[in-house]
């Protein structure tokens, strides 16, 4: 596949990865997330006004750059390689696709926040009975007056405790299709329970008992956000695989670099054949998942079946190569790789998680092979 960034992307790549490579600190982060705030919300804006990474893919009417499925993947990678658990996919990615397509000045203003750094948004879509199938939702939407009053319950919402503002997926009673609705974070009636997941980022289950919202909270029509959600989490699935694909990277370098230095027998343990060909297969599925990763960013703008399927195949792809990579590198580390000082280990929780995140290798082999023979399947 020939693949080659414009200069402004190369720009744009060597400009994430040395503020992230003199800015970023993993030992910081990781205190952070378990002891502070969970997150470095100076970080946040600094991407935001130093970098302008958080615009480079949102619309110029917003104050973005006009960037596109391209130039978020450069980032994501970065970010991934980074080890970053400041909530660029479920803001920028999820948020910003979502509410790009949206429209309306509410969307446009929240838009607005998100370039800025202002905003940061959280994705409530899965629920206790609905696997990783977005489309399986129970919470409902209904109208009084000139609002909108919301009830059910979202689990696993991934930066919900950071969010300014929620976007939720409900039913009503007058639309076939999803409704997509935002709410902000300290409306009564919504209560998070949060905590951290074991890759260190902030989560929560929501509930949402008689939450009250205007009628601007409604983000495009009612019934009318399947399409949208589809794409969206499309979306996410190519980020999250350019994040899987930059942790990779700095995974396999690491693991490379310490066969070349501990010593066994007298001689570097790379230089024992059986641990140089787990290496060589290490190097293979990352490529494969580097593939894999620009196929989807590609197909992002195709017809829906076609990018389902890039998706679906991508993710596949990752998931199979993050357990490979992530469980190799820890035993090629011996047991220090699971230790909290060492950066394979946080690397492998990470890998770990990604394996899960908007359906398991498994899903997404089913859905793939569903997608060959029948219309598309979200």
Known sequence: MDFELTAEQQLLRDTVTEFLATRYDL????????LGAGWQPEIWHALAAEVGILGAGLPDSAGGFGGGPVETM???????????????????VLGGGLLRRAGGERAASLLRGIVSGEVITAFAALEEDSGYDVRRVSTSARR??????LDGAKTVVTTA????????????ADAAGLSLFVVAAGTPGLTLHPYRTIDDRSAADVLLDGVRV????????????????ARAVDEAVAAIAAEAVGGMRRVLADTVDYAKQRRQFGVPIGSFQVLAHRLVDMHL??????????????KLDADPTARARAAAAAKATIGRAARFIGQHAVQLHGAMGMTEELAIGHYFKRL?????????????????AALQIGPAVR
């Open 74 to 92: 450069i980032i994501a990678e970065a970010l991934g390689a980074a080890l970053v658990v400041e909530p660029y996919v479920d803001t920028v």
């Open 27 to 34: 030992e910081q982060s990781r205190a952070a997330a378990r």
């Open 214 to 229: 205007p009628a601007d909270a409604l983000l495009g029509t009612e019934g009318g956000a399947d399409d949208s959600l």
């Open 144 to 149: 009084e007056g000139d609002s909108w009053v």
């Open 285 to 298: 599925e990352l490529e494969q998942s580097i593939a894999a990763t620009y196929l989807v960013t590609l």
């Open 352 to 368: 770990t998680a990604i394996q899960y995140e908007w359906g398991t290798t498994d899903q997404h082999i089913a859905r793939y």
């Open 161 to 172: 405790p950071l969010a300014t503002h929620l976007l939720v997926t409900t039913r009503t």
